[in-house]
């Protein structure tokens, strides 16, 4: 693995590369409370026949951490995945994997500036601006049950508790009782709730005209905690013949299931060379 440093939106961000560089790039953008280590089961499979890249999103592992919540705001977040699509592929478009937060913001970037992205793959994050429209037009009961399964959005964007929370050690035990997974670090997991802070509310509220002409497949977690099939199969109204993939696993499939996610990405990125969207 070769590690450097990337200039994003004013903040450096610490860039990790496998495989062979005159391959096609497949950029790998974690989630929340996570940092690229998430990725290392799925970018070791991959680094074979790819060019694997994963890198620390602002506020996680070795990248910056502003403070403040304006810094977290999608468009800076956007900008700082395409200096790094930019720093290991000028001029060619690259292969979007996201997870989580990753996903959401990845939904953000291929709706935003598609030219720069060959196809997507969104794993557990659907469009902030998607689900703003699903809710409105959704039956009260499929709107119920990803409230539901949201609970934690509104305890992150409350003050002070989800600090204490995450710096007690506690909001880490629970997610290892839950999920048996654990975050990055307790600092990682503190910086990252400005992520809900600064772009939950006013994309529900206020939802944006996000559509894409980039190949899309959604990977679909059955047994997902957190997003439900519904609010992820928002998207298919966005993307037009977007690739629905079910898979029997929970909401951390990067690290539970990495030589099938990994496979799942493979053929998506082959599919889209294959059409010519790159070499």
Do not use: K
């Not at 060019?51 to 620390?56: I, M, R, S």
């Not at 710096?167 to 809900?196: C, I, K, Q």
């Not at 013949?241 to 299931?257: C, E, K, Q, S």
Request: hydrophobic share 40%; net charge positive.
């Amino acid at each position: 693995m070769a590690a450097r440093r990337v200039e994003g939106d004013g903040v450096g961000l610490a860039v990790y590369e496998r495989g062979d560089p005159a391959r096609p790039t497949v950029v790998l953008v974690h989630g929340y409370p996570d940092d690229h280590r998430i990725w290392e089961g799925v970018a070791a499979e991959l680094a074979g026949r790819f060019h694997v890249v994963a890198y620390d999103v602002r506020g996680a592992g070795a990248s910056d951490r502003p403070r403040g919540r304006e810094p977290y705001v999608l468009s800076r977040l956007v900008s700082d995945l395409r200096a790094v699509a930019d720093a290991v592929r000028p001029g060619e478009p690259v292969h979007l994997v996201g997870h989580d937060w990753g996903s959401i913001q990845g939904w953000e970037a291929v709706c935003t500036a598609p030219d720069r992205f060959a196809s997507y793959t969104s794993v557990s994050g659907p469009s902030l601006d998607h689900v703003g429209h699903w809710m409105r037009e959704a039956s009260p009961l499929r709107t119920l049950r990803q409230v539901l399964s949201s609970w934690y959005i509104g305890f992150f964007r409350l003050p002070l508790l989800p600090e204490l929370a995450w710096r007690s050690g506690l909001g880490g035990l629970l997610l290892s009782l839950a999920e048996r997974h654990r975050p990055s670090s307790r600092h990682d997991a503190v910086a990252g709730l400005e992520l809900y802070r600064a772009n939950v509310r006013p994309r529900l509220r206020r939802p944006l005209e996000r559509r894409t002409g980039v190949p899309v497949q959604l990977v679909i977690p059955a047994r997902d905690a957190y997003v439900t099939p519904e609010a992820a199969e928002t998207a298919l109204r966005w993307a037009p013949g977007a690739r629905v993939r079910r898979v029997r696993a929970r909401h951390w499939l990067p690290a539970t299931h990495p030589a099938l996610l990994a496979r799942l990405v493979a053929e998506h990125v082959e599919h889209a060379v294959a059409d010519g969207r790159t070499a």
